[in-house]
């Protein structure tokens, strides 16, 4: 993926209205020699402005949020979602927690703000916090679905009589109606000051008292929430009252990671920034703040996502004056800005200035200028110039090369054909020290020294399958020790094998030690010390390791399976199909939460089990798919096997990728073994089937178990959080064929 290493490296933290302007201006009009990369806590972010009237039904969710996985991608931007730890300022890196320091040479801090809640506990279950913004939804539904039905009406506390709250206020009891089809509800809107929504005009106050009345939302003004205990809240005053959910929606504070930065900060814990953006430090790399997270020196605004997204431009703007060595650009906030109320019933107040007004034309407005905004940001699809070296025709959806972009991972590897037709053209002379060698066709060899212990060793290397150089170098360590773990080997030693692409020294050096950074963090887990290797430059970055490993007594080969044994996957599949849509920005932020922990999840303890019940053959799932896998183990073993496609476990994402026709450039290749397989044509257009043919990276392992300890086997991976499934069955057979079936009988 990485073709030649940029020297400078942008680093936006938090995605916000701000930031992604930058992420979005990326996408068309990349830097020169310049890497971005996006470090969020979440992989999709949310449009404030939207959240009432997703609140209110008039959007479905998604309408109010960017898929960071998809844009990123779509942008070739690298993006991180991990906790922030702290900052070296006069170093330019950035800690992040379970990896190594990030560099910055430029970095934009934009994390927003949070509501205010001195004191307050945020984790009690009656209450539910604004923010974070992309978890409400989610956490409101919990709680309101935990109410009981009383056959009264359920009482909601706005806590936070802000625009925002006022908003929420308007809106939300159209999507409790959803939740709480039998009940009604009272909402209390509660406000530290005297009026709701204060800083408005007198007209506009006056038209959201009349909305609110007209609504029976009753307001609580002057009071404010000094403690809250399960329902109860505690006002300053000391009076008390009880509702049944609270939200939370005060007003902004600055988030505690800002105080923790080293940086300057105003009272209020905002990053303290002069009219250009940045922070004011010495003798350090250019830190913006922007957002609701910066607070310009002497301009006193508001916290509001209008003045976030102004400022959007000049940070771009100002990001590259600095790399060309320019000064950067005062913002210049406006004096005035268009306030437009969502009042949940079509109709929307407008303020500007000393005009206000309240109509369903203004909604109208509204909902015109924020799904315009929006659209921007939800435009998937990659900038002409980020595919190299055409862009491919729109129904042709597969990455099958088309373009000149080949699948990665294990997608990358060459045809299991094409290997086969190699082995048999050379003349592979053993010698004794051989102990298992091609003849086998095991992923392990096995060698011995003159009077040594059996030594087990494998191989395994691939282009990078993610951008991120330190996830890559993890998932390089588990797939190749992987196969040690399916033979029953016990691994101690690697030695790695890297093509580093182009660059300069300092951006060659940063990139191996992620890589390698990655690696040892997986390595580390297992006792696996790396102990040499080999780099070289290439066009592509490539990872492998060649892992050394004590032979068991026993080997466990993939040719042991036995008539009557259930097969057992241990992973889910579609990695393939999943890795070539992310590489078009297709793979939604979803499937790739769900993917990730997937392919984080080391082998080492289904092969630690399966030692201790009653099991055959094993391999581990890689690049042949599923299908190349089982016909290797069939061969070895003289025998035959049905699968269940309704029993096949697939990612998130793949049965919808395969219906748009999506699929790796390897799957072909990996077809080849199809004349082994012996299935409906109902069957060959199952989702699954697809599934069968889709080389893993980082795969599953595919074990043969006795009948009679089956579920004992599954039971026990499960307990220990390894996910397990029965597909099949083998059988005798007249010779090796897979057939397809709908579910398992007893052969
Ligand atoms: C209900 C509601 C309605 C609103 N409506 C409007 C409106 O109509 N008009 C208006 O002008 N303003 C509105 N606002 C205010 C507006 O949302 C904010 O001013 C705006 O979001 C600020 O943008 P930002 O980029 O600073 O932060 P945000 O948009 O909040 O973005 C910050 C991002 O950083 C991420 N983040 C947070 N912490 C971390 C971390 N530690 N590491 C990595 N990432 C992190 C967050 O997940 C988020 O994606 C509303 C606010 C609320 C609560």
């Not at 709480?180 to 106050?205: D, F, H, W, Y």
């Not at 209020?268 to 607070?295: R, W, Y």
């Amino acid at each position: 993926m990485e073709r030649k290493l940029a020297e400078h490296q942008i680093v936006l933290l938090g995605v916000g209205h701000t930031n992604s302007h930058v992420l979005r201006m990326w996408k068309m009009a990349p830097l020169a020699n310049a890497q971005l990369t996006c470090v969020s806590n979440f992989s999709i972010v949310t449009y404030s402005g939207m959240l009432p009237g997703v609140l209110a039904g008039q959007y479905d969710r998604e309408r109010m949020e960017i898929d960071l996985v998809r844009l990123a991608a779509a942008a070739k931007a690298r993006l991180i979602t991990a906790p922030v730890t702290g900052l070296d300022i006069g170093g330019g890196r950035l800690h992040l927690e379970g990896r190594p320091p990030l560099p910055f040479d430029v970095l934009s801090i934009g994390i927003g703000s949070r509501p205010a809640a001195p004191g307050i506990d945020l984790e009690n279950p009656h209450l539910v916090s604004i923010k974070p913004m992309q978890t409400f939804l989610g956490r409101l539904e919990r709680a309101a679905r935990r109410l009981p039905a009383e056959g009264r009406a359920v009482r909601v506390a706005i806590v936070g009589g802000g625009l925002g709250g006022v908003e929420v206020a308007c809106c939300l009891p159209a999507r409790l109606a959803i939740w709480l089809p039998k009940g009604s509800c009272e909402i209390t809107l509660i406000n530290a000051r005297q009026q709701a929504a204060p800083g408005v005009s007198a007209s506009t106050a006056r038209r959201i008292q009349t909305t609110l009345s007209r609504l029976s939302v009753r307001q609580m003004l002057d009071s404010r929430v000094a403690d809250v205990s399960g329902g109860q809240l505690t006002f300053a005053s000391g009076e008390t009252e009880s509702f049944d959910l609270i939200l939370w929606a005060t007003s902004a504070t600055a988030p505690p990671l800002l105080g923790e930065l080293g940086l300057p900060t105003d009272d209020g814990g905002f990053l303290l920034t002069q009219d250009t953006l940045l922070v004011k430090h010495p003798d350090q790399p250019p830190i913006f703040a922007v957002g609701d997270s910066g607070a310009i020196a002497g301009a006193e605004l508001p916290k509001a996502g209008v003045y976030a997204v102004r400022q959007g431009p000049v940070l771009w703007s100002n990001i590259e004056h600095l790399l060309a060595g320019r000064p950067p650009q005062p913002y210049r906030p406006q004096r005035r800005f268009l306030k437009l109320v969502n009042t949940g019933d079509g109709r929307a107040i407008a303020e500007y200035g000393s005009f206000s007004m309240r109509g369903r034309s203004l909604w109208k407005l509204k909902d015109y200028i924020d799904s315009k905004f929006m659209r921007m940001y939800q435009d998937y699809a990659p900038a002409m110039n980020a595919i190299e070296p055409s862009r491919p025709p729109e129904d042709e959806r597969s990455s099958g090369g088309h373009d000149g972009m080949f699948c990665t991972g294990c997608g990358g590897k060459v045809g299991g054909d094409v290997l086969h037709r190699v082995l048999q053209r050379l003349d592979l002379a053993g010698n004794e020290h051989v102990v298992l060698g091609l003849d086998a066709a095991d992923d392990v060899a096995v060698v011995r020294s003159t009077g040594g212990r059996p030594l087990a060793v494998t191989v395994d290397f691939f282009t990078l399958p993610l951008d991120d150089p330190v996830l890559s170098g993890r998932l390089a360590a588990l797939n190749a020790v992987s196969d040690v773990f399916a033979a029953g080997g016990a691994p101690h030693t690697a030695l790695c094998s890297a093509i580093i692409p182009r660059g300069d020294g300092e951006a060659q050096e940063e990139f191996l030690y992620q890589l390698l950074w990655g690696a040892l963090h997986e390595f580390e887990k297992i006792g696996v010390s790396l102990v040499g290797g080999h780099t070289i430059e290439g066009v592509d970055a490539a990872l492998g390791f060649t892992v050394m490993a004590d032979a068991p007594d026993e080997l466990r080969t993939k040719g042991k399976l036995r008539a009557g044994d259930r097969l057992v996957l241990t992973k889910p599949l579609g990695v393939g199909i999943l890795l070539a849509a992310h590489m078009r920005g297709e793979c939604r932020a979803a499937w790739m939460d769900r993917l990730l922990p997937v392919l984080l999840q080391s082998n080492e303890t289904p092969a630690r089990i399966l030692a201790d019940h009653d099991t055959s053959g094993v391999t581990d799932v890689t690049g042949f798919g599923l299908i190349g896998h089982l016909i290797e183990m069939l061969k070895g073993s003289g025998l035959a096997a049905q699968l269940a496609l309704s029993r096949l476990p697939l990612l998130d994402g793949v049965s919808e990728l395969v219906a748009a026709g999506w699929e790796s450039t390897m799957a072909p290749a990996n077809r080849h073994v199809e004349s082994f397989v012996r299935a409906t044509a109902d069957a060959r257009e199952h989702p699954a089937y697809s599934g069968l043919f889709d080389p893993q990276t980082s795969g599953g392992l595919l074990i043969g178990v006795a009948e009679s300890a089956v579920d004992g086997f599954v039971d026990e991976l499960l307990s220990n959080g390894v996910s397990a499934n029965e597909i099949g069955q083998v059988i005798e057979g007249d010779t090796v064929y897979v057939e397809i079936v709908d579910e398992i009988v007893d052969a």
